[in-house]
């Protein structure tokens, strides 16, 4: 779609589009008069998409906002976002939206209608800002396609939405470990290897919750200290077959390779070693698994299964690293009693396996590394992301700046005329 452009005319403002050329110039679509930047763009975008349309007048769609959703998931959002991601978008839909506005024809919905919605969702719920830009990103991109793809409205009414300003969110300040809470953690998990070693994993890595997880042992080259990330793990509601699979990372760039130090390449080590034997121990017991590929209508894969090998066909084991000591695999489940533990008995509340991400970039860079260098290190494309979202200033690393910055900038004037004193004689 063109570009609309708004500019201010005096003290009105005016919307321009360029249409196709005649005789080889540049010819453009322009309309002022009006009296906000809001309007403006809401017109142009009517505009021009009566231009598009060849001039015709735009039937309007009579269905309802709540029926349109239900569209857009099926057809836009399994073909186009992750499992996890049209979750957490169906509860968005169907607690928040559909309650308020999903009655509404999706035609009637206009951009001040919206923001009155948004406005009043945003006062009545303590959510974090990050669950807040959730439900925008609903509604921006339900209206997009509605516009631009399917052309069920004339224009989009949500271009101009954004989240009020809030003094206070709810809290969603990611934790930071301290050196003495991870020995905590460690010292009291040290009984459960595959925890320690997942945990240490992330620890030393700053992988994704999901990517720690889906990890086998032919993604780990231990003998030159690389670990290839390629996969990301995500659960669905259980069948017979269970409910793990196996999915691509969050992002195109989240496939990478990172280095690991001599300390994680150790525990690997020395945990592999230890499931080996686990093997040999449980015999015809322990659990092996396999991915078995799930099928569209069409014949295509949309989905790789983890499922658990009944001995009865031989199938291409899939070596999971992180599994029970009897090779059960639990996915992300595994760190579930580990931090129930970690919240009501080490008193280490608000704090979540993930922030184990942030603490190793926030550590990192405040080390001497690149931001650049962190963000790929993270599996981010930009480094904003990195910068916005995952990396903290450390008090201590607040106060020795300050300290540096004050040192090398002291002169001996400056030293000479702090000392302030009142002078002799002086009446006060």
């Not at 142009?44 to 231009?51: F, I, L, S």
């Not at 905590?184 to 720690?212: H, Q």
Request: glycine share 6%; net charge positive; charged share 30%.
């Amino acid at each position: 779609m063109t570009e609309v452009r708004i500019m201010k005319r005096g003290e009105v403002y005016q919307y321009q589009f360029e249409i196709a050329p005649v005789k080889g110039k540049r010819k453009y679509i322009n309309k002022s008069g009006f009296k906000t930047k809001a309007e403006a763009l809401e017109a142009g975008n009517a505009a021009y998409t009566e231009y598009l349309n060849a001039g015709k007048p735009f039937k309007e769609s009579k269905l309802s906002y709540s029926d349109y959703l239900d569209y857009w998931l099926e057809n836009y959002c399994k073909n186009n976002l992750k499992y996890n991601t049209i979750e957490s978008y169906r509860t968005i839909i169907n607690k928040y939206i559909k309650p308020k506005i999903g009655k509404y024809r999706i035609s009637s919905l206009t951009s001040v209608a919206l923001n009155n919605f948004i406005t009043e969702i945003v006062n009545e719920h303590d959510f974090s800002r990050e669950y807040f830009k959730n439900l925008l990103k609903v509604l921006k991109g339900s209206f997009r396609e509605a516009c631009n793809s399917y052309g069920i409205i004339k224009y989009n009414p949500s271009l101009t939405l954004r989240l009020p300003k809030i003094d206070k969110y709810d809290n969603d300040i990611k934790h930071l470990y301290t050196e003495e809470e991870i020995d905590i953690i460690l010292e009291r998990f040290k009984d459960n290897e595959p925890f320690i070693c997942a945990f240490l994993t992330s620890c030393f890595t700053g992988m994704r919750t999901g990517e720690v997880f889906a990890l086998t042992w032919e993604d780990i080259d231990l003998e030159n200290g690389i670990i290839n990330v390629q996969h990301s793990v995500y659960d669905k509601p259980k069948d017979k077959l269970g409910r793990w699979f196996l999915g691509s990372t969050k992002t195109m760039s989240g496939q990478r390779k990172i280095f690991i130090g001599e300390t994680l390449k150790t525990a690997l080590k020395n945990y592999k070693q230890m499931q080996k034997e686990l093997q040999i121990l449980y015999g015809k017991e322990y659990k092996y698994y396999h991915i078995e590929e799930v099928k569209n209508e069409y014949g295509k894969v949309v989905e790789n299964r983890i499922v658990i090998n009944n001995n009865k066909i031989e199938y291409k084991n899939i070596n999971l690293v992180f599994t029970k000591r009897d090779g059960t695999y639990t996915g992300t489940d595994l760190i579930r009693y580990p931090f129930k533990v970690i919240h009501e008995k080490l008193g280490i509340e608000k704090c979540r396996f993930y922030d184990l991400r942030g603490s190793y970039a926030t550590k990192i860079l405040n080390n001497g590394t690149e931001l650049k260098e962190v963000a790929n290190l993270l599996g981010h494309s930009n480094v904003e992301t990195t910068e916005n979202y995952y990396i903290r200033s450390i008090e201590s690393n607040k106060r020795l700046a300050v300290n540096e910055f004050d040192s090398k900038n002291t002169t001996e004037v400056i030293k000479s005329v702090i000392g302030f004193q009142i002078k002799e004689g002086e009446v006060v």
